[in-house]
């Protein structure tokens, strides 16, 4: 239900870790989801999916790492293109 | 192509803002806690009995959540302490900016109890802090007794679950023992209390609960 919003807020978490990196376009974003986050993870992509497209830094594949009885909800990687 | 490693909260922005919220409440030692359930479990109820059991000069104020209507900041407003309604318009859950502008005006000074009423919702308000001291997840008997196994993520993090309208009990095919281990098979340090706001059995026990978490911090 608050899928939506959590992905916004992961989309403004990628912009403040690209900020420190100027010019440098992302590819693929690893985020890690634990189960009892109270996030779901299909619901999450597809939000994600949606917002990352207006967002002007699609294309940028989301990565999600489950992690069985924890509850973290992490961004923990970005990947650069540096060319 | 180059894998840059980072540890940033997805919710980090929340987070720096209930840090903030936990600072106020430590400095001026008013204990925060927050009441989550599905809707209908009976949370204003309980704290509507909860305020009328208070004596008329006790320090305790309650913010209230709810998608739309300010019905509960009206049921609970009868009782003379402070109650302020956040309406989120849609939201599913309160977060830490909610909850810091409902405070404004308010002097935390004045308090020692501060009581939040959550958005009926046992999934989306699991993610966001609000600087509380606890959550205290409510179940009412008329759910299922496997409400914990189904919702993991509230029922392993609340300090307390209280069990409500247990007068019903006679009516349902509720097993109290099997929500019990269930909740404590996520969380074994979760206190557990039975009580029904709408008989008072029970209510003792928890004004007994709250007092101590007002002296002393978490029981």
């Given at each position: 239900m608050h899928e939506m919003g959590i992905a916004a807020s992961l989309l403004d978490a990628i912009r403040a870790e690209l900020a420190r990196y100027p010019g440098a376009r992302a590819t693929r974003a690893g985020?890690?989801?634990?189960?009892?986050?109270?996030?779901?993870?299909?619901?999450?992509?597809?939000?994600?999916?949606?917002?990352?497209?207006?967002?002007g830094l699609?294309?940028?594949a989301l990565d999600i790492e489950f992690e069985p009885r924890g509850r973290d909800l992490d961004l923990i990687y970005l990947e650069l293109d540096d060319e | 192509m180059s894998r840059i490693p980072l540890e940033r909260k997805v919710l980090g922005e929340n987070d720096r803002i209930a840090a903030g919220l936990r600072e106020r409440f430590a400095?001026?030692?008013?204990?925060?806690?927050?009441?989550?359930?599905?809707?209908?479990?009976?949370?204003?109820?309980?704290?509507?009995?909860?305020l009328g059991s208070f004596r008329p000069d006790?320090?305790?104020?309650?913010?209230?959540?709810?998608?739309?209507?300010?019905?509960?900041?009206?049921?609970l407003?009868?009782?003379?302490?402070?109650?302020?309604?956040?309406?989120?318009?849609?939201?599913?859950?309160?977060?830490?900016?909610?909850?810091?502008?409902?405070?404004?005006?308010?002097?935390?000074a004045g308090l020692d109890l501060l009581l939040i009423e959550n958005v009926g919702n046992l999934v989306c308000p699991t993610s966001y802090d609000?600087?509380?001291?606890?959550?205290?997840?409510l179940l009412s008997v008329t759910e299922g007794e496997d409400k914990p196994l189904k919702y993991p993520g509230i029922f392993s993090r609340a300090s307390l679950m209280v069990l409500t309208k247990i007068d019903l009990l006679p009516y349902v095919p509720f097993d109290v023992g099997k929500?019990?281990?269930?909740?404590?098979?996520?969380?074994?340090?979760?206190?557990?209390?039975e009580l029904s706001a709408?008989?008072?059995?029970?209510?003792?026990?928890?004004?007994?609960?709250?007092?101590?978490?007002?002296?002393?911090?978490m029981p």
């Open positions: 985020l890690r989801l634990g189960e009892y986050s109270g996030v779901d993870r299909e619901s999450l992509s597809f939000c994600y999916g949606v917002l990352v497209e207006d967002s699609a294309p940028l | 400095a001026h030692q008013v204990r925060c806690l927050n009441l989550i359930s599905s809707p209908g479990s009976g949370k204003t109820l309980l704290l509507e009995k909860t006790r320090r305790v104020a309650v913010l209230t959540g709810d998608i739309q209507t300010d019905n509960d900041a009206v049921r407003g009868r009782y003379g302490f402070p109650v302020r309604q956040i309406t989120t318009a849609g939201a599913c859950h309160l977060d830490a900016r909610m909850v810091d502008r409902a405070l404004e005006g308010w002097q935390l609000l600087g509380e001291e606890a959550k205290i997840v929500a019990v281990e269930y909740a404590r098979g996520l969380n074994p340090a979760m206190d557990v209390m709408m008989t008072g059995q029970g209510l003792g026990n928890w004004m007994a609960w709250l007092d101590s978490a007002a002296t002393h911090g």
